[in-house]
Structures are given as C-alpha cells and as structure tokens.
C-alpha cells in the first residue's frame, strides 16, 4: 500500500508541471485526494460496507468536485488533472497508466442493474470535457481529444475527436503523450480533400476544352469579374485569416 501511494505522489509529479514538489503535491494536488478518497471508500465497497464507501464518497466530491463511485475498478498509475467535474461510474473500469483531465465524464446510459458504464485500457488520455458513455470499451494507447462524445467502442492506438467522435489517426504508440488538445480536425481535413479533388477535376476539365477548341470556364469567369481567379472558384481552405 505504500509503495502504491508514493507511486501516486511521483505519478503527479511527473504529469503536472505545477506541482513543484512532494509536498507540494500531497498538500494540494486534488487529483490525487480524489484518487485516495475513492481508494479508501473502494475496499469499503469490496466488503460490503456501502454506506460508508458512499459517505466517503461524498466527501471526496465535496473536498475534491471529482465523483468516482465506490464500485469502479481503477488500475494503477492514475492521473487526475484538477480533478474538478470529473464523473465515473459505479460499473467503470480504468486499466493501468491512464491520465484523465477536468470535466471527463465515465457515464452510462441505462438504468438496468448490470454493466452500464465505459472499460478504459491501459495508456489512455481523456482530454477537458470529453464524455464516454455506455459499456463501450476504449482499446489501449488511445487519445479521446477534448470535449469528444465517445459513444462507440475505440480501437486501440487510435486517436477521436467530434461529437460524436470519430477516428482521426491510427498508429502504434506506447508513450504517455499528454498533448490532447493538438488533435485534427476531420470537418476541416474532408473539405481540404474535397478543395484539392475538385482542383483536380478543374484542371483535367481544362485539359479537355483545350483539345476541343473550347475557352475555359475558368478564364470566363475571371473576365467578367476582372480578376485572374473568380472568388467563387477560390478554395475557403486555402485562404489565410
């Protein structure tokens, strides 16, 4: 049990810059109240003491603002950032080395007494506000970015994003990378592809009319409004703020 609380302190230490020291961080780091708080009313749960687990519950949320049920499993290497808002359920499951940030929310969507609420694997980062619901599983190495509605399973070493989210990157990776807030944008990525694809239908269009004799519509249109490219034909993407 030691080892495991020293292993919290340097857990914090290593994932928030803030934290200038061990004192520092056992004093006000509180992520890792929560973190205590729901270890201790966990074997209260496990012994079938639930009143109590929930008191301490319910404390931890007063002193804390996380609410991690009793009942959920949590690995080892846990991390809460600020810990504020952070909701997890009683049928949650968390593996190992996790680092989850304010306002992340475990939730479930059914109100049967059975298995309602996300499996997170093991090297997962949840960025600020992001919500995963349902007995869904979030497979190993994934990045959910910030503010993401994950209502699907994840599969492992992947990277969504959106509301709904969606899968935006797919690689192998075993490192904690707390750079949840450098995500793609899959709306802005689609319609960049979708500008260069008709780019290239504008050209090979070109290509035709020339062999046909034909003057381009490009050059029409550049006419009548008296610049070299018509606005209209301008990509939105490619343009600067």
Do not use: W
Request: charged residues 25%; glycine residues 10%.
């Amino acid at each position: 049990m030691a080892d495991r609380e020293k292993r919290d302190i340097d857990i914090v230490l290593e994932r928030d810059p803030a934290a200038k020291s061990r004192a520092e961080a056992i004093l006000f780091s509180p992520g890792l109240h929560a973190i205590r708080c729901y270890r201790a009313s966990h074997r209260q749960y496990l012994k079938g003491h639930f009143k109590m687990a929930r008191a301490i519950n319910y404390m931890s949320r007063v002193l804390t603002g996380a609410d991690i049920h009793p009942g959920a499993t949590i690995g080892k290497e846990f991390f809460i950032d600020h810990a504020t808002g952070v909701v997890i359920g009683e049928t949650a499951e968390i593996g190992n080395n996790v680092s989850i940030y304010q306002g992340v929310t475990l939730g479930g969507v059914s109100t049967e007494k059975k298995k309602r609420h996300p499996t997170i694997g093991n090297n997962v980062v949840i960025g600020a506000g992001a919500t995963i619901l349902g007995p869904i599983v979030v497979g190993d190495n994934v990045r959910v970015g910030a503010g993401s509605v994950v209502v699907k399973s994840v599969p492992p070493n992947s990277t969504v994003v959106g509301v709904p989210a969606k899968i935006v990157k797919r690689e192998g990776t075993t490192l904690m990378d707390l750079h949840h807030e450098e995500l793609p944008d899959p709306v802005v990525n689609a319609f960049v592809d979708i500008c260069h694809s008709l780019s290239e239908m504008e050209y090979r269009l070109e290509l035709m009319e020339k062999r046909l004799g034909m003057e381009s519509a490009k050059k029409i249109a550049a006419a009548k409004t008296g610049n070299k490219r018509a606005e209209e034909l301008a990509c939105p993407a490619g343009q600067k703020d």
